[in-house]
Structure formats: C-alpha cells, structure tokens
C-alpha cells in the first residue's frame, strides 16, 4: 500500500521539478503519505467536499456506487454552499 501512494505521489511529478526538492516532501511512512495524498484532495477539491465524502463512505456499510454517492452529496446543502459560484449549476 506505501509504494502504491508513493507511486500517486511521484505520478504528479513533472521534468520541470527539482528532484531534490520533490525528494524532501515525499512522506517516509504510511500515516504520512495517506495524510499528504488527503491533503491533496482537500487543496484541490476542498475541505467540506473531502471530509464530507469520506465520512459517507466510511458510514456506508455495504459501499456505495458512482451515482448514490453524487446523489448524496448533491442534496448536501453545506457541500452546495462551499462551491464557487461558477461551479454552481443553475438548476438544484
């Protein structure tokens, strides 16, 4: 599982990037790669759309599929109020 994260990690670098600066933000243990591959989710798709996400699927005993889980969210007043507006769709 740690080379797995390692490897989503090291996909995002680019020939642009400095290795050693890359080389010193890579997580040396498992709790530190899932906290930084979270971390990353929460940059790019926001805290309240991440954490929200996770604890449905967490409380979701048997999973839930593409669709319920954006059904779900979709009907989450918070998660609409947390979106920029140009990410709003105009109909609810």
Known sequence: MFVHLLAS????????????????SVPTTLDAAVEYLLDCL????GEVLVGRTLGLLTLAELGL????????LS??????DSLPSSAKPSVR
């Open 9 to 24: 990690i090291v996909r995002h670098w680019t020939s642009t990037d400095v290795v050693d600066e890359c080389l010193d």
């Open 42 to 45: 929460e940059q790019w798709y």
């Open 75 to 80: 009907l989450d007043d918070v998660i609409f």
């Open 65 to 72: 599929s593409d669709a319920e889980l954006e059904d779900v």
